[in-house]
């Protein structure tokens, strides 16, 4: 796993790849923050660099991130999530922390 960012890896592939969509969409979130929410999501909204970032990886991706709001940053984003929710492939906090935990303990 690197840190690096998602430009780095144009032409290169990983291992796994974990990628966080670290920012969700709040009513928490200051005033500023959410005028930038109305006006774009970054990443979602471009398409090449979206490519990027789910293609890296030989053998495994984990994408972190409020499912609800990251389908709303475009249409490209929005037919990933639908993707990964007809293959059963997007899990809840709960579940994920439970199948963590159910792996460690089979090692």
């Not at 109305?38 to 979602?44: C, D, E, H």
């Not at 409020?66 to 579940?95: E, M, P, T, Y």
Request: charged fraction near 20%; include cysteine; hydrophobic fraction near 40%.
């Amino acid at each position: 796993m690197s840190s690096r960012g998602d430009f780095f890896f144009v032409g290169r592939l990983v291992e796994g790849w974990l990628l966080a969509f670290v920012v969700s969409k709040s009513q928490s979130l200051s005033e500023p923050v959410q005028e930038m929410y109305q006006k774009s999501l970054g990443i979602l909204e471009n398409y090449r660099v979206l490519n990027v970032a789910i293609t890296r990886a030989k053998y495994g991706l984990i994408c972190v991130g409020n499912a609800d709001v990251l389908s709303k940053g475009s249409k490209d984003f929005r037919d990933f999530i639908h993707s990964l929710r007809s293959s059963k492939c997007i899990l809840s906090q709960n579940r994920f922390i439970a199948s963590v935990r159910a792996h460690r303990a089979s090692q």
